[in-house]
Structure formats: structure tokens, C-alpha cells
């Protein structure tokens, strides 16, 4: 029987990683999506969708599947997910690994502002009128609600179902990845003073962070939270070899 193996996705790894494992005899995986875009992008490998129901309720998909193996490839800020699979995965014994792309390092230039969290970054952007450009997802957007005096532009994958928002608030729906003049071309186009950002890693949406270096524009830097792992990897090609370690030979 092949390795059953469960991966938490939403993530460009996660599907880099469907895509890497796809038709690989050895392994029988299924990619688990939180449900936040009602459009995700297809996936090579069989997909579920939706919360699991906490801690118990992912132990009972684990043990009804007869999961292998887990794979946490969610987003960095995706902290309560991963919280559930360190707990999940140790009240089964199923083994996890965690797929956590590096974050972005300042480069000579970057003008970064770091803050602990969404609402540090609206008290951030002070009191005088500013243009904002946010890049954070929909589900931090109404923190902005508190600092009404700015204009915001946000960018979103998708629209906000909040209806608590800041009043002066411009969306453009937009999937990436981006280029860096495009970016430079936004955000002089649209007078930007300043961008708001998660330190998100990855190459998909780093343009934004070098088009503003090349303006000297600041970044207010959102700061990860604390993602729980039990063993954390970087590369696609080391999960790959993980599984094939736990996989039965001879598949
Ligand atoms: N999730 C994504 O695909 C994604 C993508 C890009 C960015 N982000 C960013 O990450 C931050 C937190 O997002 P979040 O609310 O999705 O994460 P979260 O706070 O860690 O998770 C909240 C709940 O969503 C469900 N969930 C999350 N990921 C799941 C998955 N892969 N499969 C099944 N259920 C999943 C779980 O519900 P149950 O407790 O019911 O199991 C989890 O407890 C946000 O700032 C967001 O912008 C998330």
C-alpha cells in the first residue's frame, strides 16, 4: 500500500509539492485546503476542503483516512493550523513535517518598520494622512478601520467579506506572482507613501518589496507569528525524501 500522506496547503510550496508528488506510486496523497478563495488553482493530486473542526476534529480525519503522514506546508502566518497538527499528529503518533519557506531578509536600502501584529501596523502609519498600500490578505483588513484618516489600497486575492473597513479604501483584485516594474509603475501611479506587508518569503510576491527599496519607500513589516513544527524543512526535494523514507519499499 502506498504512504498516505496529508498535506496542508494554500501555499505555493504545498502545490509545488503536489505537483513534485503526483502520480509517484509510493504515495497516496490528499492536499487540504482551508477554503479561503472560492477559486483555487487546480491541483494534480485529490484536494479536500474546509476547517477540520480543531484539534479532535483533525485526529478523527487522521485516524478515519488512515493518514501516514502529514505534511504542514501552510502559510507562515497560518499559526493555529499548525498549532492543530503538532497536537493532531502527537495524540496519533502520525509523523509531521513542516515545509516553512525562509522569510524575507532587509537588504541595503530597505527601509522596514517591524511590528508584532496588523493593529501595531495601522497605530504604525501615525497620525498625519497617508497613501497605503496593503498587502496583507482580507482577513487583516478591518485592523485598518481603526485609522480612518489614511487612503488605502489594498490588494486581494479575492473581496473582503468584512463589512467593518476602512472608509477610504481602494481594492484591486489581483493573484500573483509580480514584477518589479510593474510594482515600481503601481506604486508611483498610485502616490504611494508607504506599504504594509507580512513577511511572507517566497519569490511570488517579493517585487513589491524590491520596487519600494528602489523608491526608498518604508515598510511597515508585519513580524510572523509563532508557527508551531516538529521538524521543520525549507526544500520540496527534503519532504520529497522524508516520505520516501516512511514509504514501503516495494510499492
Ligand atoms: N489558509 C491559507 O490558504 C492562507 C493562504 C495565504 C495566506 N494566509 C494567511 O495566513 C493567516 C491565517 O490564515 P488562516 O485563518 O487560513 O490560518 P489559521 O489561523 O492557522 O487557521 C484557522 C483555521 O482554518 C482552518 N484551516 C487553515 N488552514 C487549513 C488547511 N490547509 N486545511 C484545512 N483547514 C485549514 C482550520 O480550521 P479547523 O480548526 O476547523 O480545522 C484552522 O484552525 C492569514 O493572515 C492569511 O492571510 C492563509
Given at each position: 500500500?502506498?504512504?498516505?500522506?496529508?498535506?496542508?496547503?494554500?501555499?505555493?510550496?504545498?502545490?509545488?509539492?503536489a505537483?513534485?508528488?503526483a502520480?509517484?506510486?509510493?504515495?497516496?496523497p490528499?492536499?487540504?485546503?482551508?477554503?479561503?478563495?472560492?477559486?483555487?488553482?487546480?491541483?494534480?493530486i485529490a484536494?479536500?476542503?474546509?476547517?477540520?473542526?480543531?484539534?479532535?476534529?483533525?485526529?478523527?480525519?487522521?485516524?478515519?483516512?488512515?493518514?501516514?503522514?502529514?505534511?504542514?506546508?501552510?502559510?507562515?502566518?497560518?499559526?493555529?493550523?499548525?498549532?492543530?497538527?503538532?497536537?493532531?499528529?502527537?495524540?496519533?503518533?502520525?509523523?509531521?513535517?513542516?515545509?516553512?519557506?525562509?522569510?524575507?531578509?532587509?537588504?541595503?536600502?530597505?527601509?522596514?518598520?517591524?511590528?508584532?501584529?496588523?493593529?501595531?501596523?495601522?497605530?504604525?502609519?501615525?497620525?498625519?494622512?497617508?497613501?497605503?498600500?496593503?498587502?496583507?490578505?482580507?482577513?487583516?483588513?478591518?485592523?485598518?478601520?481603526?485609522?480612518?484618516?489614511?487612503?488605502?489600497?489594498?490588494?486581494?486575492?479575492?473581496?473582503?467579506?468584512?463589512?467593518?473597513?476602512?472608509?477610504?479604501?481602494?481594492?484591486?483584485?489581483?493573484?500573483?506572482?509580480?514584477?518589479?516594474?510593474?510594482?515600481?509603475?503601481?506604486?508611483?501611479?498610485?502616490?504611494?507613501?508607504?506599504?504594509?506587508?507580512?513577511?511572507?518569503?517566497?519569490?511570488?510576491?517579493?517585487?513589491?518589496?524590491?520596487?519600494?527599496?528602489?523608491?526608498?519607500?518604508?515598510?511597515?513589516?508585519?513580524?510572523?507569528?509563532?508557527?508551531?513544527?516538529?521538524?521543520?524543512?525549507?526544500?520540496?526535494?527534503?519532504?520529497?525524501?522524508?516520505?520516501?523514507?516512511?514509504?514501503?519499499?516495494?510499492?
Amino acid at each position: 500500500m502506498p504512504l498516505r500522506v496529508l498535506i496542508l496547503g494554500g501555499t505555493t510550496e504545498a502545490s509545488a509539492l503536489a505537483e513534485r508528488i503526483a502520480g509517484d506510486p509510493r504515495l497516496a496523497p490528499i492536499l487540504s485546503l482551508a477554503g479561503r478563495t472560492a477559486n483555487p488553482r487546480p491541483q494534480p493530486i485529490a484536494t479536500r476542503t474546509g476547517g477540520f473542526g480543531g484539534v479532535d476534529g483533525l485526529v478523527d480525519f487522521l485516524r478515519r483516512e488512515a493518514i501516514d503522514s502529514t505534511v504542514d506546508a501552510t502559510h507562515p502566518y497560518a499559526d493555529q493550523m499548525s498549532a492543530h497538527a503538532v497536537a493532531a499528529c502527537g495524540k496519533t503518533g502520525v509523523p509531521l513535517a513542516s515545509l516553512v519557506r525562509p522569510e524575507w531578509q532587509a537588504h541595503d536600502g530597505d527601509r522596514w518598520q517591524r511590528v508584532p501584529s496588523p493593529e501595531a501596523a495601522a497605530e504604525a502609519l501615525g497620525a498625519a494622512p497617508q497613501r497605503v498600500f496593503l498587502t496583507l490578505g482580507r482577513q487583516d483588513l478591518h485592523v485598518f478601520a481603526a485609522a480612518p484618516q489614511h487612503h488605502y489600497i489594498a490588494r486581494l486575492i479575492e473581496r473582503p467579506e468584512q463589512t467593518s473597513l476602512p472608509p477610504d479604501l481602494r481594492l484591486i483584485q489581483a493573484r500573483g506572482p509580480f514584477d518589479v516594474a510593474a510594482e515600481r509603475r503601481l506604486l508611483i501611479d498610485e502616490r504611494i507613501d508607504v506599504l504594509v506587508s507580512k513577511n511572507s518569503g517566497g519569490t511570488a510576491t517579493y517585487a513589491k518589496i524590491a520596487a519600494a527599496r528602489a523608491l526608498a519607500l518604508p515598510v511597515i513589516m508585519i513580524a510572523r507569528p509563532h508557527k508551531p513544527a516538529r521538524q521543520t524543512m525549507t526544500e520540496v526535494d527534503e519532504v520529497v525524501r522524508w516520505l520516501h523514507d516512511l514509504a514501503p519499499r516495494g510499492v
